[in-house]
């Protein structure tokens, strides 16, 4: 169903039409991208700097488009593993550069410079690892700085000094919005840069940006945005980066049901960023209220597992047999399923359920064992909609 404004409408149809259709991947990794960076190189409007290497010397590039006053920037893959924004980068630089949509006005590049920097962490991201390859988790070395890709991206806020920074993620798939059955596809934050939480006018902005990001993406996702903690965290770059002036936007992409690559995340996040671009030069954000921002429902942890299995009977052969949830997940790296959680787990939703109120296990299963056993003795397959 397309979007009821015909401008959106018309955005999303040119934003599915140029996606790069070779990241349609669960990873990606330096290789993936380099030969789009180099396409997309060919372009006149666009400038790309090689800011600097990863640990193990692999390029960091920045992408930048526009000559304006109002700075964005936006980073990907800070943690090897959450390569979705990856791709929606490179589609939106693609959309940006070959079908420039009607609703940016004519003289964008004069009044915006956009730099865009994908895969921060490509290290990482050949490792498909969330750490760099010194093992570090970048965005908690904002402030010691021992990452070479951490101090490559300060050194970049502090040379653009960026109006607004985009600090794109993956969440894992078990995200759930508030309290619902439904996965948090798209989870927002503007972080907080102190622990008090306080709002200035930089900040302000990052809500009310998400807050008209979120109205428009309703249309796809109507409940289906969630809204992040904001607890301070000073080692972390979004919390440091805010602390700049920068109105400072996480986007976490999410699970969607039967979308075990988050093409939707994806798509979703090149129509979030556009809109926010265009909001800039628009300020139509800034009729958004704090309020609409705090009523984006809580990104939830542990919402979901991959299968559960409700009120299943365990019977050991001497003890009275019991009843109980059984909550399976499935490892990021491997892919293989483990048990989660055993008791009641009423509040978790199982992207596959089975009430397993007829069947019996004859033993008991623990924590963190491998599922696939448990599974074939209650004769129940390994199908799972988001795997
Ligand atoms: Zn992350």
Redesign the pocket.
């Known amino acids: 169903m397309s979007h009821p404004h015909a401008a959106i409408a018309a955005l999303e149809q040119d934003v599915v039409a140029l996606q790069w259709s070779q990241l349609d991947r669960r990873h990606l990794s330096y290789p993936d991208i380099a030969p789009i960076v180099d396409e997309l190189a060919q372009h006149e409007g666009l400038r790309v700097a090689t800011i600097g290497d990863s640990y193990l010397g692999t390029p960091i590039k920045r992408l930048s488009i526009g000559q304006g006053p109002l700075v964005v920037l936006a980073w990907t893959q ?2 090897g593993d ?1 390569p979705t924004a990856t791709a929606a980068v490179l589609d939106w630089l693609r959309l940006l550069l070959e079908r420039t949509p009607a609703s940016l006005p004519g003289d964008w590049q004069e009044l915006i410079t956009l730099h865009v920097i994908p895969m921060l962490n490509p290290d990482g991201a050949a490792q498909n690892t ?1 750490q760099n390859a010194q093992g570090i988790d970048i ?1 908690r070395d904002a402030l010691v700085q021992q990452s070479p890709e951490g101090r490559l991206l300060w050194q970049q806020v502090q040379d653009l000094q960026p109006t607004v920074a985009f600090n794109l ?3 894992n798939p078990y995200y759930a919005v508030g309290d619902s059955a439904e996965p948090a596809t798209i989870a927002f934050l503007a972080p907080a840069y102190h622990p008090d939480k306080h709002v200035d006018s930089a900040r302000l902005q990052a809500k009310q940006l998400i807050a008209h990001m979120r109205q428009i993406l309703s249309h796809w996702l109507p409940q289906g945005t969630a809204r992040y903690d904001d607890s301070y965290s000073a080692r972390s770059f979004g919390d440091t980066i805010a602390g700049t002036g920068a109105s400072t936007i996480l986007i ?1 992409s999410g699970a969607h049901r039967d979308d075990p690559h988050r093409q939707v995340a994806r798509r979703l996040n090149v129509i979030a960023l556009q809109t926010a671009l265009e909001a800039l030069l628009s300020d139509v954000h800034r009729g958004q209220t704090l309020a609409d921002y705090y009523g984006i429902p809580a990104n939830t942890a542990d919402g979901f597992c991959d299968i559960k299995l409700t009120q299943v009977t365990v019977s050991d052969g001497t003890h009275e047999p019991f009843q109980t949830d059984i909550c399976i997940c499935r490892n990021k790296g491997s892919q293989s399923l483990y048990v989660d959680f055993i008791g009641d787990a009423r509040g978790v939703h199982g992207f596959v359920e089975h009430d397993a109120r007829q069947l019996t296990l004859p033993g008991l299963v623990k924590v963190g064992e491998v599922a696939e056993p448990l599974l074939r003795l209650l004769g129940l397959s390994r199908e799972n909609s988001n795997g």
């Open positions: 800070m943690h959450e969330r965005n993620h993956d969440q976490e």
